[in-house]
């Protein structure tokens, strides 16, 4: 039988570190993830949607997000686990704790909740553009899945963008920096901070444009537009991450995200109809408002206040 000491002594945190070592850790991690979709790849150039470069780079995210972990877990201090909110098991750090016995009603509901309200105007825009009509909605993406599904290449893509990608992004960008910032900066600062290192680590795609000979303009202005809409979707999945401390959650909606893609203004604006264009504008102003009022009123991490 496990005495009380072992229980007790189960429990880690970051505190010893201070602000300049925290910020290092944190952005170690970050390099060390980007870095092993890079190094050692050959000197000749394959593109990012080739099947080889797909599985190459499953392989080496997944390692470098065990790499990550041990280092996280060899920086760490034991601690009491009743000394702070701060001081806590490893797996609950990570978001893989059992923290709360009825997670989909006090996390996953007022979040997707929240998520599916600001994405209102989207849906609205995809109805538009089938005569508002919900079963040829659904009739296109059943097709797209039947029949560009049998691509095996296609396959690895959508496994790519919709399971590999988030998870070990997630879980390296939440799960292991977020745990190291927590103790010097706070969670307020943690969730405007964190996401810059989610951001930057999407730049290389700006070298993967340049070696297709992309013109330069063009390359600057979609990596500029990617770094601010995967900073700010980081804010979020930040957020949602200190107030939950559930790994899944942010998981899945990160692939909630990324299959709903950014807002289609120019279809908006090429709306013909005044009313229509109107309506779903107001909706997307409705959508902002309640993802407002549900996060600040119903998910909030007060648990670190």
């Not at 945190?13 to 170690?28: D, N, P, R």
């Not at 780079?57 to 601690?79: H, T």
């Not at 553009?129 to 059943?142: K, Y």
């Not at 264009?277 to 997307?284: E, V």
């Amino acid at each position: 039988m496990p005495t009380d000491d072992v229980y007790q002594s189960s429990c880690i945190q970051w505190t010893h570190l201070s602000g300049a070592e925290s910020g290092s850790l944190a952005l170690l991690l970050s390099v060390l993830f980007v870095a092993s979709l890079h190094v050692f790849t050959g000197s000749a150039f394959v593109p990012r949607d080739s099947p080889k470069k797909i599985v190459q780079r499953f392989w080496r995210s997944s390692i470098a997000c065990f790499i990550c972990c041990f280092i996280l877990w060899i920086s760490s201090s034991v601690c009491t686990c009743d000394e702070s909110q701060l001081c806590r098991p490893f797996m609950t750090h990570l978001g893989l704790g059992l923290n709360n016995r009825y997670p989909i009603i006090s996390n996953w509901c007022p979040c997707f909740s929240a998520v599916i309200a600001l994405f209102l105007g989207n849906f609205l825009i995809v109805l538009y553009e089938t005569q508002w009509s919900l079963r040829s909605v659904v009739l296109d993406i059943w097709d797209t899945i039947r029949y560009e599904g049998k691509d095996h290449n296609v396959r690895l893509i959508w496994c790519r963008n919709y399971l590999v990608a988030p998870a070990v992004e997630e879980f390296v960008f939440r799960a292991c920096i977020i745990p190291v910032l927590l103790p010097n900066l706070g969670w307020r600062r943690t969730v405007l901070i964190s996401p810059l290192l989610f951001g930057v680590a999407h730049l290389h795609h700006a070298f993967e444009q340049y070696r297709l000979r992309r013109p330069v303009a063009s390359i600057l202005s979609a990596v500029t537009f990617q770094m601010m809409y995967t900073s700010l979707f980081g804010c979020y999945s930040a957020y949602v991450f200190v107030a939950s401390d559930d790994l899944s959650l942010v998981i899945a909606l990160h692939v909630f995200c990324n299959f709903a893609g950014f807002p289609d203004l120019d279809a908006i604006f090429s709306c013909p109809s005044r009313l229509t264009k109107t309506f779903i504008l107001s909706s997307y102003l409705m959508g902002v408002a309640t993802f407002i009022y549900i996060n600040v009123h119903y998910f909030h991490p007060d648990h670190l206040l």
